[in-house]
Nanobody, 123 residues
Framework: VQLQASGGGLVQAGGSLRLSCTAIARTFSIYAMGWFRQAPGKEREFVAAISRRGATVSYADSVKGRCTISRDDAKNTVYLQMNSLKPEDTAVYYC?????????????????WGQGTLVTVSS
């Protein structure tokens, strides 16, 4: 499985971005998908996840209410809509695929990772 993340960029605080992650995979629908981020000098952290078929989602407390994860299996794509962005959201955002059903928050359960897309939020 190859994952290609896109949609990052520079945005002012309070603005919005939509990240996309497109997979090259024969059976995208069998994977749970997640978004993680890593800020400069910090460890990678969980942002959001969506289960196989999109039945359940999970969010980090830091983004709950501001972000929405969704998936379109027909397009092999998972999205992360981010609103009310804050400077502390600045990070490289990575998408990942897990060969399990649930919307896991644990990065060690993800099998494939994309290359990351940079989000910079200015104050």
């Amino acid at each position: 499985v190859q994952l290609q993340a896109s949609g990052g960029g520079l945005v002012q605080a309070g603005g919005s971005l939509r990240l996309s992650c497109t997979a090259i995979a024969r059976t995208f629908s069998i994977y749970a998908m997640g978004w993680f981020r890593q800020a400069p000098g910090k460890e990678r952290e969980f942002v959001a996840a969506i289960s196989r078929r999109g039945a359940t989602v999970s969010y980090a407390d830091s983004v709950k209410g501001r972000c929405t994860i969704s998936r379109d299996d027909a397009k092999n794509t998972v999205y992360l809509q981010m609103n009310s962005l804050k400077p502390e959201d600045t990070a490289v955002y990575y998408c990942a695929a897990a060969l399990i059903a649930s919307a896991t928050i644990n990065d060690d359960e993800y099998d494939y990772w994309g290359q990351g897309t940079l989000v910079t939020v200015s104050s």
